[in-house]
């Protein structure tokens, strides 16, 4: 029952942004926008959140439209290593959960 | 640093066998959480501690599988006895701040588990 939708998978160019879209058009008003990424054979890793205004860190940047139903994770300079399966997430309610869907598999070529 | 460490990080057993797998939080985060993981789908939350007390369990099979976490640190998942569909990665994850939207969880590697 994830709030998200995600498309299956997209590839990109090494070198290259990487933009990954997120509908969650049924978000509320008090809930984040989480992204985690898993590389195979490893546990999920945490990218990046936001609430409205847009976020940058060290490992990607999360833009969020004004109305909040969407948002798109931007990896700056896709790298080999950025690989992996890039999942969207919205909290649910006041419960805290990270509720997984199937994410994008995201695949970066040479 | 030091990450969530699991162990082990393989087991195969036969169904109907018993099964138990280990998590070594953070130090000092008092949120610990189990995921299943199956092929090709997201993790999905079976347990949720606050310290040593249950937060959510209401994903637990409870008829076969129990979790515990008695000194407010490690944890232990038990699967007794085992079926083909628990064969999943088990994940372990930790976090520092309970309750709040911000809180980030740090997951360890997984145990990957092959059940015959």
């Known amino acids: 029952d994830a709030k998200t939708t995600q498309p299956p998978s997209m590839d990109c160019a090494e070198g290259r942004a990487a933009n990954l879209p997120c509908n969650h058009s049924t978000i509320s008003g008090n809930e984040y926008v989480y992204w985690y990424r898993q590389i195979h054979s490893q546990g999920p890793q945490y990218i990046i959140h936001g609430l409205k205004n847009n976020e940058t860190n060290e490992m990607a940047s999360l833009i969020i439209t004004e109305d909040r139903k969407s948002s798109t994770l931007i990896l700056p300079h896709a790298t080999l290593r950025d690989t992996a399966v890039y999942y969207c997430i919205v909290r649910v309610g006041v419960d805290y959960k990270l509720s997984f869907g199937a994410g994008t598999t995201v695949t970066v070529r040479a | 640093e030091a990450g969530v460490a699991q162990s082990p990080r393989y087991k195969i057993i036969e169904k109907r066998q018993s099964v138990a797998f280990w998590c070594n939080p953070i130090?000092?985060?008092?949120?610990l959480y189990w995921y299943q993981q199956i092929l090709g789908q997201g993790p999905k939350l079976l347990i949720q501690?606050?310290?040593?007390?249950?937060?959510?369990d209401s994903q637990l099979p409870k008829d076969r599988f129990s979790a515990e976490r008695l000194k407010g640190v490690d944890s232990t998942l038990k699967i007794q006895p085992a079926k083909l569909e628990d064969s999943a990665v088990y994940l372990c994850?930790?976090?520092?701040?309970?309750?709040?939207?911000?809180?980030?969880?740090?997951f360890g590697p997984g145990t990957r588990l092959l059940v015959l």
């Open positions: 994850a930790s976090s520092s701040l309970a309750g709040v939207y911000q809180e980030t969880q740090y």
């Open positions: 501690f606050q310290n040593n007390g249950v937060v959510d």
């Open positions: 130090s000092g985060h008092a949120t």
